[in-house]
Nanobody, 119 residues
Framework: VQLQAYGGGLVQAGGSLRLSCEDP????????IAWFRQAPGKEREFVAA????????YYADSVKGRFSISRDNTKSMVYLQMNSLKPEDTAVYYC?????????????WGQGTLVTVSS
């Protein structure tokens, strides 16, 4: 079962968006979940991650201080609050179990959600 990301859209630089990641099969509540993104013409990159209970969070340097990841295991949801958005944050955002997604050959990305930040 793939995780499903949604909540993207078009926003002006400096604006905010909150992305949601749904676990429809309720299969990943005991796993670390991460957000990744892929900008046009670039490789997919790590954005943020949370441990299974939300006790620890991790961020790419490029988003530290602007993005915040959280999760609600009672709802099987993971969120990415994105503030102070920049044009370079424009990308398709995906969520996935972190450990599996960081292994070579992982291809269960599920649907992503497009975030476009205009200058």
């Amino acid at each position: 079962v793939q995780l499903q990301a949604y909540g993207g859209g078009l926003v002006q630089a400096g604006g905010s968006l909150r992305l949601s990641c749904e676990d429809p099969g309720r299969a990943f509540s005991n796993l670390a979940i991460a957000w990744f993104r892929q900008a046009p013409g670039k490789e997919r990159e790590f954005v943020a991650a949370t441990t299974w209970n939300g006790g620890y969070t991790y961020y790419a340097d490029s988003v530290k201080g602007r993005f915040s990841i959280s999760r609600d295991n009672t709802k099987s949801m993971v969120y990415l609050q994105m503030n102070s958005l920049k044009p370079e944050d424009t990308a398709v955002y995906y969520c996935a179990p972190r450990v599996a997604a960081e292994r070579p050959g992982f291809d269960s990305w599920g649907q992503g959600t497009l975030v476009t930040v205009s200058s």
